[in-house]
């Protein structure tokens, strides 16, 4: 009898506050999703600057709701149970200070990423280099920031000791193709050729999208050992700068073969001084 009573009274408690856990956090990812749909586009196979920023704030509301209300409701489950929560309250203030001074590193992780995000610095799906490891950012949490690099492998770094962000793919990228040709050629009929190169990739339906303005020939960049580099330089959407950098240099190798136009190699001139027959 004092069994099913406290089922009923104690008991449908525990489970009506399960419930409204599973519902809370239910209604947070639901209104996380419905912020996401809110700054989407209708181009679903690129995601914008705008979409990958509400991607990482989304992620980061999930997890922190995820904790912050099982913790409470962890309490409110043991308080049910007859277990006097004050002591675990306070010796859980007292436990707290303690490891805010042995974790002051995780404190530091947790503040970084937290300005990494407000200020806009980094997003899931970003190109970007954070000190010694560059990829693409998978996930970024509370503590830590997940890279996926070109090879594959997944680095996954402490907030706390990122010093400073290079962000490839922020906004916009650009396409930078440096060409050497040999000191013989005509380097206005070179840059001609390579304007004229990147004007017909932009004008292509496949490309015309990723190249965001006019192509520009920087004109004479290095006087080189073997040869003159010429710069051109593309202005693209975020991630479309390699592919266009590739395309460009393949172009412009063919415009050059069909115009004879010599691409120099590393070459060494040796000067000698001859020896007469009595020297020798």
Do not use: C
Not at 53 to 61: E, G, H, V, Y
């Amino acid at each position: 009898m004092q069994m099913k009573q406290w089922l009923l009274t104690h008991g449908l408690r525990i489970i009506f506050i399960i419930i409204g856990y599973v519902v809370l956090i239910f209604v947070v990812r639901l209104l996380t999703r419905k912020f996401v749909r809110l700054v989407e586009d209708e181009d679903r196979s690129t995601r914008s600057e705008r979409e990958k920023r509400a991607d990482s704030i989304a992620s980061i509301i999930n997890t922190t709701s995820w904790i912050f209300f099982g913790i409470i409701v962890l309490f409110m489950i043991l308080r049910e149970f007859n277990v006097n929560i004050t002591p675990l309250l306070t010796g859980a203030g007292v436990a707290g200070l303690a490891i805010a001074f042995g974790a002051q590193s995780v404190i530091k992780d947790f503040l970084y990423g937290f300005f990494l995000l407000a200020e806009d610095q980094i997003r899931v799906g970003d190109v970007v280099k954070l000190g010694e490891h560059s990829g693409v950012v998978e996930r970024i949490t509370i503590r830590t920031t997940r890279l996926r690099s070109l090879d594959g492998n997944v680095h996954i770094i402490p907030n706390g000791e990122i010093k400073a962000v290079i962000n490839m793919t922020h906004g916009w990228s650009r396409a930078l193709v440096d060409v050497d040709v040999a000191y013989k050629e005509d380097l206005d009929r070179v840059m001609a050729i390579i304007e004229a190169v990147a004007a017909g990739l932009q004008k292509e339906d496949k490309y015309k999208k990723s190249i965001i303005e006019k192509p520009k020939v920087l004109g004479v960049e290095k006087l080189g050992d073997s040869g003159i580099t010429i710069r051109l330089i593309v202005k693209t959407t975020p991630l479309k700068q390699w592919e266009i950098t590739r395309e460009l240099r393949k172009r412009i190798k063919t415009a050059f073969d069909r115009a004879g136009i010599e691409i120099p190699f590393p070459q060494m001139v040796i000067h000698g001084q001859q020896l007469s027959s009595e020297q020798v």
